[in-house]
């Protein structure tokens, strides 16, 4: 069974402060991804970022970066210099290989609820 | 313009109402799908299509019935609902094809829907 916990339901922060949300996963796939989703107030979940399970380089996009360490389970999302407009939920999804000509399931943990304060 | 489209945005129906909400992807995907989102409860996948035909039904009440008549079209049929139905239903696309697949969903936008 696969399993996605993001234990911070909520965060609020100060503009301009960096804050990190986390994702822990459980899974007895040797193979798999992980994703982030972005999901502002109008409801649409925006694709962030897609890790496969072979790679744990770090990524950096902009004021957003990645950590993902497969020896805790993690895959954490930092935002630098956090923004109004950062404020969402995120979510943080994991998913198996594909096998058995099924599709993959998506995974999701409950959601962190940012709030970037002016 | 994105992706992946769904009508209408807001939908309020009562229980003894039928209506259908709509999907569209324009990515060329071939996998569809329907979720849930409850207030304070988790995504939940309901159904998924791969090439027009079903592959999974998440243990949905019939009351919703959903149809696939293309890759690109995914309706969601709506009858004799409850208020504990209300909900944002989101809809996605991914590419499940080719030993070089992309395993990520697109989401549309979402109908929020209220049951009277």
């Known amino acids: 069974a696969q399993k996605v916990t993001q234990a911070q339901t909520e965060i609020s922060v100060v503009e301009k402060e960096d804050v990190t949300l986390d994702c822990v996963y459980e899974?007895?796939?040797?193979?798999?991804?992980l994703f982030w989703y972005k999901q502002p107030p109008s409801g649409e979940l925006v694709f962030l970022i897609r890790?496969?399970?072979?790679?744990?380089q770090n990524e950096i996009s902009g004021r957003y970066s990645w950590n993902f360490q497969k020896s805790t389970s993690s895959f954490n999302f930092t935002i630098t210099a956090s923004q109004v407009v950062d404020s969402a939920v995120y979510f943080c999804?994991?998913?198996?290989?594909?096998?058995?000509?099924?599709?993959?399931?998506?995974?999701f943990g409950k959601g962190t609820l940012l709030t970037v304060n002016p | 313009e994105t992706g992946v489209t769904q009508t209408p945005r807001h939908l309020v129906m009562g229980m003894t109402n039928k209506k259908s909400l709509k999907c569209e992807q324009h990515?060329?995907?071939?996998?569809m799908y329907w979720y849930k989102q409850s207030a304070k409860k988790p995504l939940e996948l309901m159904f998924v299509y791969n090439f027009k035909e079903q592959t999974e039904n998440n243990s949905v009440p019939s009351r919703f019935s959903p149809e696939c008549p293309n890759s690109s079209h995914l309706f969601l049929h709506l009858h004799t609902l409850q208020p504990e139905d209300s909900a944002l239903y989101l809809c996605?696309?991914?590419?499940?094809?080719?030993?070089?697949?992309?395993?990520?969903?697109?989401f549309g936008p979402g109908t929020r829907l209220t049951v009277l």
């Open positions: 899974t007895r796939d040797t193979t798999y991804y």
């Open positions: 890790r496969n399970s072979f790679d744990e």
């Open positions: 990515l060329g995907h071939n996998a």
């Open positions: 996605a696309s991914s590419q499940d094809r080719g030993r070089d697949y992309i395993p990520t969903q697109y």
């Open positions: 999804a994991l998913s198996p290989p594909r096998g058995g000509g099924s599709n993959y399931k998506l995974t």
